[in-house]
């Protein structure tokens, strides 16, 4: 594993936590928006939870990340995972367009990619007994 996407894989690991805050921050101030308009409980109750489940997704992706730059062999397991992020970006893209949170994300996601695609694929050390 070179050091350059072991970087990157932090850099957007730690972009991946302050994005999930920026979903939370975002649904609260949104909510009560949503609230005034009289929209029906069900969507609100939608909206709810989806910013929460972007929210815990990114939160929980971010040490999973730190953990495989540790692993040897890790590399298909980490591209996996990558398309987490990657597959809630472009859906944001597609259903709601550009706006700070898709930003936020392209952010995000991108030093994630790239640092994955860096890293040099290392074979798994068997142990013998």
């Known amino acids: 594993m070179n050091k350059a996407g ?23 101030f949104t ?4 609230a005034g308009t009289g929209v029906h409980a069900d969507v609100i109750g939608a909206y709810r939870a989806l910013s929460l489940a972007f929210f815990f997704t990114l939160l929980l992706l971010a040490p999973v990340f730190v953990l495989l730059t ?3 062999g890790a590399k298909r ?5 990558v398309l ?5 970006l472009v859906l ?4 709601l367009g550009l706006f700070v949170g898709t930003i936020a994300m392209i952010i995000t996601v991108t030093p994630l990619l790239l640092g994955v ?7 798994l050390q068997v142990r013998s007994k």
């Open 70 to 72: 540790q692993m040897p």
């Open 77 to 81: 397991i980490a591209l996996i995972a």
């Open 31 to 34: 909510a009560s928006l949503f």
């Open 117 to 123: 695609l860096l890293w040099q694929q290392e074979p």
């Open 6 to 28: 072991t970087w990157l894989v932090w850099i957007g690991s730690i972009l991946l936590v302050l994005t999930s805050f920026m979903h939370l921050y975002g649904y609260t």
């Open 92 to 95: 944001m893209f597609h259903f």
């Open 84 to 88: 987490i992020p990657l597959a809630d």
